[in-house]
């Protein structure tokens, strides 16, 4: 069985619609894919359909932007119900403090490139997330840069944002939020280099709020990455998964790159509403 449970569509900054991520998902020989757009669950229901056509099985999720101690984490939210209102509210209270975000940073970067802010509405689908890779395609659509990673190093990357904070919500309060909505939490990514990281304490302190597992294989960790956060994951009894964070043809990341071992997906689908309760 191979298992990819990080990818994004257009609801997000993904290349693909949802449904062409599941078409994409089961060419690349996946059994099970989870699709977690930034700060939405508008992919499901097509996904969902697209899943059903093909032969795959959907995983719904979504990847948080939130924060432990003032750095910014992205938490993968799984099978939560959709409809939980602590939860849609945080996923409002993301996609506008994004929007405020990216009008500083076109602020910022109008002077040098010539940027307006209409440059950048026009890359991002209906009311979806809107996030620097949006302005990296703005930059690409005026001839700036030749594609995203040369925006990111050039313009987008935290050294040049450093000063734009984007107050998402406390990490720990939306795991707690994300089990009381019978959904499974895991911390994604959380030694990628490129982006400033929390230490082992503070993972530590995620379990006690009902943290699941944590991404191990990505491919913005490197080998002693790895193995140090599968230790920590052994140590903590958190699961460890692995996942390609798909973004079409926006990020050299290729679906199925890094999968998580059946094992793993058995033992974080049984934690899958563990704690459920009906208040919201
Ligand atoms: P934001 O959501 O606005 O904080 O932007 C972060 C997103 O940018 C991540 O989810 C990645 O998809 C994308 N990203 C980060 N670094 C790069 C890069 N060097 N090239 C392309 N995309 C990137
Ligand atoms: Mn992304
Ligand atoms: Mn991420
Ligand atoms: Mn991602």
Known sequence: MRIDLHTHSTASDGTQPPAEVIVSAARAGLDVVALTDHDTTAGWLAASVAAQQHGVHLVRGTEFSCRVNGVGVHLLGYCFDPTFQHLREAMDHSR??????????VHVLAPSTGL???DVVIQVQEDGPIGRPHIADALVS????????????QYLSERHI?????????AATLIRWIRDAGGVSVLAHPRAAREPVIDDEAISGLTEAGLAGIEVQHRDHDLDAQAALAFLAARLDLVATGSS????????NRLGENTTHPDAFAELMSRVGETQTSAQ
């Open 96 to 105: 506008s403090r994004r929007v405020d975000r990216a009008q500083q940073i």
């Open 116 to 118: 307006t802010w209409s």
């Open 142 to 153: 005026l001839g700036v840069v030749p594609d995203r990673e040369a925006a990111f190093a």
């Open 162 to 170: 450093a000063g734009i904070n984007s107050q998402h919500r406390d």
């Open 245 to 252: 964070d798909y973004h079409g043809s926006g990020k050299p």
